[in-house]
Nanobody, 122 residues
């Protein structure tokens, strides 16, 4: 079992920044890869970024590439999503997830956090 707890969401103006955190726990969480997803009202959940716990490989959706950065802190069992130059279209509930491989399909991830709301105003 893997438990994931996100934090760091909030309300920010366009052009601003937020850093999301996802703390992982459980006996085997380090054997998984981690992904950040988001879901806006009325839309499907979409892949944002992914990373392996050793940090040697990162993956981004084109819409966030160059603005968002995913990283890990193994000592704190935490995955971060640094979000810069935020846009109103980034507004969504953001989820972290653990899976076997970094893929964009959310159904391939077996563990999910509860989500954290990010709202970007224009």
């Amino acid at each position: 079992q893997v438990q994931l707890v996100e934090s760091g969401g909030g309300l920010v103006q366009a052009g601003g920044s937020l850093r999301l955190s996802c703390v992982a726990s459980g006996r085997t969480f380090s054997s998984y890869v981690m992904g950040w997803f988001r879901q806006a009202p009325g839309k499907e959940r979409e892949f944002v970024a992914g990373i392996r716990w050793n940090g040697d490989s990162t993956y981004y959706a084109d819409v966030v590439k160059g603005r968002f950065t995913i990283s890990t802190d193994n000592a704190k069992n935490t995955v971060y999503l640094q979000m810069n130059s935020l846009k109103p279209e980034d507004t969504a509930v953001y989820y972290c997830a653990a899976g076997v491989r970094v893929v964009t399909d959310p159904s391939r991830y077996g563990y999910w956090g509860q989500g954290t709301q990010v709202t970007v105003t224009s």
